[in-house]
């Protein structure tokens, strides 16, 4: 009698000799699950004559590619919308006065024209080496000046005669963040340390400002430049609110000094040379002249309130007689405001959304799959069962996720700022997509930020044992990260340390019987900083005694240990370039070392799962992996450029691929 015969006659179902036998179990597949993550994000904008001639809103919506959108500031609609080949977005847009429109990238490090005649046309790398065009500023005729990093230039772009390389601006500079023109000069403004330049277009001829008086430059950035009417009007600070100094251009003084201004920029000056900007939430309008700012209830809210290009037109509208005032927000939302009558309206534009790159991934305590985006940002929930998209929020870029006792905890960018999030309440981010209902609560709910830590990347979180551990990455400038351990209890920092490895970032970490273990990286959040350290740390932390208990140098040479995984016999797993190595963290030594390939790469993912005993991984951005932590042996899933992944409680693993989004289903 055959086995099945045997259990037949037994009372035992057959079906359970199938479903549990691998023999019989269906075989592993990777599906394709979609892009979960989609956005509008606009960065540089202009409203400026488009198609036929009608004045529209330009603006560069982020994606891959970017694209050169343009808007009926009447109705809202889509008038035209161009690819911006091999970019992700485009912070730099203007307008010229011979009617074409510019538009610098980064990604590609690309400067872009469009015309009425040849649409919009690809001009090529201005400067060789530079990697991000920051800003541009229209000159005479089709003339437009940008500027670059890394390595802080300028440049001019003629038709007629191709580009003018006016180098570094500063030794001390790496970025030109902001660039404006008026009257045959040049205005740049730099990052931290902040400072203005004024260049003679003609000449080349280089001359700093004064720093205005009672400014600190130092963590500060002249973000923002623009000349109106006779005066020169700089932001300092950052992406985020900050005060706003004129300068004036005849006398050659500050002036005065707005606190706090939003940006990207002051519009261009109205009849009697005022200018509207929005300042503290609010669109004003302000006065060189009397230094008065005049509210114009036009409300500007959320965590980011920036006009992305804004201007003059006629809407040809019911209330709006004459010129009235038009911009865009970054989500793609218009605003419009007419002086004359007060009338102010807002209105949904028709600019498409474009794919987000995955950066973050978790099974929360839902038993759901979520997802977080870069730069765009965004919020995901993905049911386990099908895979697919359940919810989709407006959010910020996401650097990690971890579910601790019931909630997701979400790290985002910048400032290195944490979210508790509950999924059983209501969504309510009333940074980036408020309840409509009064006094709501936020969900999620913003713990805390590291930025005056100098802090931004908040990219390593683990569930350890009653707190949250954070491990972060420094912003422009400098080195060192910081652990953080979160009490939810107590709702309070229990501890926090920057430098727990000196001038290392922490990006990874792991957690078992009282003890966090990180992995770092020689590497700040941002790219410009260059390391001191020579190769990457593992550390071995003590929540109860707050305090260092070891570090060893697992892979040496490798930048980064970007992942970290306990297997099930209690060996702390990492990835580091093309490496996977054990650790016994009672000897503290690695015990285990697998060869994936020569890479040297900073990133990686590993993640073990309980259901098959094996590890899953990314590889340098070049596959994603299993292997069987007993024998070593490991096999390619899937070849493609992977940078995160996460198992699923199922056994299901999810990775991604930029914007798409796969799972491994393997046959139960």
């Known amino acids: 009698m055959t086995l099945i015969r045997r259990l037949i006659a037994a009372g035992v179902a057959a079906t359970a000799v199938l479903t549990a036998s691998p023999a019989y179990a269906a075989p592993p597949v990777i599906e394709d699950l979609g892009v979960p993550l989609q956005d509008v994000l606009l960065l540089g904008g202009v409203v400026a004559p488009g198609p036929g001639g009608k004045t529209v809103i330009w603006s560069a919506s982020s994606g891959v590619p970017a694209h050169l959108n343009a808007v009926d500031p009447a109705t809202g609609a889509e008038v035209a919308r161009f690819d911006l080949p091999g970019s992700g977005g485009a912070w730099a847009v203007d307008a010229a006065p011979d009617g074409s429109v510019y538009s610098g990238t980064y990604g590609s490090s690309h400067l872009f024209r469009w015309t009425e005649k040849d649409g919009v046309k690809d001009l090529g790398n201005p400067l060789a080496g530079e990697t991000f065009v920051w800003s541009v500023a229209a000159g005479e005729g089709g003339t437009v000046y940008g500027g670059t990093s890394p390595g802080g230039r300028l440049f001019g772009y003629d038709p007629a005669t191709g580009v003018r390389d006016y180098g570094r601006l500063s030794p001390a500079h790496a970025y030109v963040r902001s660039v404006s023109y008026a009257n045959g000069k040049i205005y740049a403004g730099t990052e931290a340390p902040a400072a203005v330049f004024e260049i003679d277009a003609a000449s080349g001829a280089v001359k700093q400002l004064p720093v205005p008086p009672g400014l600190d430059p130092a963590g500060k950035w002249a973000y923002d430049v623009n000349v109106a009417a006779g005066h020169l009007y700089v932001r300092f600070g950052g992406a985020f609110p900050g005060p706003l100094h004129v300068w004036d251009l005849a006398t050659g003084t500050w002036t005065d000094k707005v606190d706090p201004a939003h940006g990207?920029?002051?519009?261009?000056?109205?009849?009697?040379?005022?200018?509207?900007?929005?300042?503290?939430?609010?669109?004003?309008?302000?006065?060189?002249?009397?230094?008065?700012?005049?509210?114009?209830?036009?409300?500007?809210?959320?965590?980011?309130?920036?006009?992305?290009?804004?201007?003059?037109?006629?809407?040809?509208?019911?209330?709006?007689?004459?010129?009235?005032?038009?911009?865009?927000?970054?989500?793609?939302?218009?605003?419009?405001?007419?002086?004359?009558?007060?009338a102010k309206s807002f209105v949904q534009t028709g600019i498409r959304g474009e794919p987000i790159d995955v950066t973050a991934l978790s099974e929360g305590p839902d038993g759901r799959m979520y997802a977080g985006g870069f730069l765009n940002g965004g919020f995901a929930a993905m049911n386990a069962e099908t895979g697919r998209p359940e919810e989709f929020h407006t959010f910020s870029q996401s650097e990690d996720m971890v579910s601790h006792d019931g909630r997701l905890y979400v790290g985002a960018y910048?400032?290195?700022?944490?979210?508790?999030?509950?999924?059983?309440?209501?969504?309510?981010?009333?940074?980036?997509?408020?309840?409509?209902?009064?006094?709501?609560?936020?969900?999620?709910?913003?713990?805390?930020?590291?930025?005056?830590?100098?802090?931004?990347?908040?990219?390593?979180?683990?569930?350890?044992?009653?707190?949250?551990?954070?491990?972060?990455?420094?912003?422009?400038?400098?080195?060192?990260?910081?652990?953080?351990?979160?009490?939810?209890?107590?709702?309070?920092?229990?501890?926090?340390?920057?430098?727990?490895?000196?001038?290392?970032?922490?990006?990874?970490?792991?957690?078992?019987?009282?003890?966090?273990?990180?992995?770092?990286?020689?590497?700040?959040?941002?790219?410009?900083?260059?390391?001191?350290?020579?190769?990457?740390?593992?550390?071995?932390?003590?929540?109860?005694?707050?305090?260092?208990?070891?570090?060893?140098?697992?892979?040496?040479?490798?930048?980064?240990?970007?992942?970290?995984?306990?297997?099930?016999?209690?060996?702390?797993?990492?990835?580091?370039?093309?490496?996977?190595?054990?650790?016994?963290?009672?000897?503290?030594?690695?015990?285990?070392?697998?060869?994936?390939?020569?890479?040297?790469?900073?990133?990686?993912?590993?993640?073990?799962?309980?259901?098959?005993?094996?590890?899953?991984?990314?590889?340098?951005?070049?596959?994603?992996?299993?292997?069987?932590?007993?024998?070593?042996?490991?096999?390619?899933?899937?070849?493609?450029?992977?940078?995160?992944?996460?198992?699923?409680?199922?056994?299901?693993?999810?990775?991604?691929?930029?914007?798409?989004?796969?799972?491994?289903?393997?046959g139960r």
């Open 264 to 342: 990207l920029d002051v519009s261009p000056p109205d009849e009697q040379g005022r200018v509207y900007f929005v300042k503290a939430g609010e669109l004003v309008r302000y006065d060189p002249a009397t230094k008065a700012a005049t509210p114009t209830g036009v409300p500007v809210t959320g965590r980011v309130a920036n006009t992305r290009g804004i201007g003059w037109t006629e809407l040809g509208l019911p209330d709006y007689p004459g010129k009235s005032l038009v911009g865009l927000l970054w989500r793609g939302m218009m605003f419009r405001y007419n002086p004359q009558t007060g």
């Open 414 to 666: 910048p400032d290195a700022r944490v979210y508790s999030y509950d999924p059983k309440l209501p969504w309510n981010s009333t940074e980036y997509s408020p309840s409509p209902e009064p006094d709501p609560v936020p969900n999620p709910a913003r713990l805390f930020d590291l930025a005056a830590d100098k802090q931004i990347r908040p990219r390593a979180m683990v569930s350890a044992g009653r707190y949250l551990a954070v491990g972060t990455m420094p912003d422009l400038g400098h080195l060192g990260g910081v652990l953080a351990i979160w009490d939810p209890v107590e709702g309070r920092l229990r501890h926090s340390q920057r430098n727990v490895v000196t001038d290392q970032s922490i990006v990874s970490l792991a957690y078992r019987d009282g003890v966090v273990y990180g992995g770092t990286s020689i590497y700040s959040g941002q790219s410009a900083t260059p390391p001191t350290q020579p190769e990457a740390k593992l550390f071995a932390w003590s929540v109860a005694e707050d305090r260092m208990l070891w570090e060893i140098t697992p892979a040496p040479g490798k930048p980064a240990v970007p992942a970290l995984a306990f297997d099930s016999l209690g060996r702390l797993w990492g990835i580091a370039g093309g490496e996977v190595f054990a650790v016994n963290t009672h000897l503290r030594k690695v015990v285990k070392r697998v060869a994936l390939s020569d890479s040297k790469s900073s990133s990686g993912q590993l993640a073990f799962n309980p259901r098959d005993r094996r590890l899953y991984g990314a590889h340098a951005g070049r596959s994603v992996f299993s292997l069987d932590p007993l024998t070593g042996r490991h096999a390619v899933l899937k070849e493609g450029p992977v940078h995160q992944l996460a198992v699923h409680g199922s056994g299901d693993v999810y990775f991604a691929e930029g914007p798409k989004l796969f799972r491994y289903h393997q």
